[in-house]
């Protein structure tokens, strides 16, 4: 019996979420990335006085969150529901998070301007590429942890807890607790 398109696309999420290569052109992925694109539009186009109305967006785009959180415009993500913040976290101008996969930030976490958290991986094969199939892994960042301004942090990367970050630090390997880590690739720069 022939699958329908919804339950193709089902099988392509949880691909998609379990880590496997899967096909990121199905209809149903542009439909959501365009839905949420809509929503953050919105987000980030309000006057900075309607905190409220920026607060009931993020509630609807979000994956999970604490009770108190902030997100200062521009937001950018894919589609939103993927992405869970602990109590207390504060993401200042410009933040972008790819969440093909789950990305999960614990308490008390402060992201500085201009951030970039990617799960999204490609094929190296150019062939295999140009047909929009990929896969994606999970990003987790602990609690109590700052992110400097202009830092990337790549797919399956794992920040543990009381971690400081580097302004333009580009994290590929996964970091311990009680450290602070910097440079292009992040190293360890100091044990806190």
Not at 33 to 48: A, D, I, M
Not at 105 to 126: E, K, R, W
Not at 154 to 183: E, F, L, R
Request: glycine share 10%.
């Amino acid at each position: 019996m022939k699958k329908s398109q919804n339950e193709i696309f089902e099988t392509e999420w949880e691909k998609m979420l379990s880590g496997e290569i899967y096909d990121a052109m199905h209809p149903k992925f542009i439909e959501m990335l365009g839905t949420t694109r809509e929503k953050l539009w919105e987000f980030n186009n309000l006057r900075p006085s309607e905190m409220d109305k920026m607060k009931e967006i993020l509630r609807e785009i979000l994956g999970g969150y604490g009770e108190k959180f902030h997100v200062n415009q521009p937001f950018r993500c894919d589609y939103g529901c993927n992405i869970f913040i602990g109590e207390n976290f504060f993401a200042n101008f410009n933040l972008t998070i790819l969440d093909e996969a789950e990305v999960r930030i614990g308490d008390n976490c402060f992201i500085g301007p201009n951030v970039s958290i990617y799960t999204a991986c490609h094929p190296l094969d150019s062939e295999r590429r140009n047909t929009g199939v990929e896969w994606a892994e999970p990003v987790t960042i602990g609690n109590s942890v700052w992110i400097g301004g202009s830092t990337t942090i790549v797919p399956g990367v794992t920040i543990g807890n009381n971690v400081v970050i580097a302004a333009g630090a580009v994290v590929t390997k996964d970091v311990p607790d009680n450290v602070v880590v910097g440079g292009n690739p992040a190293r360890i720069i100091k044990k806190l």
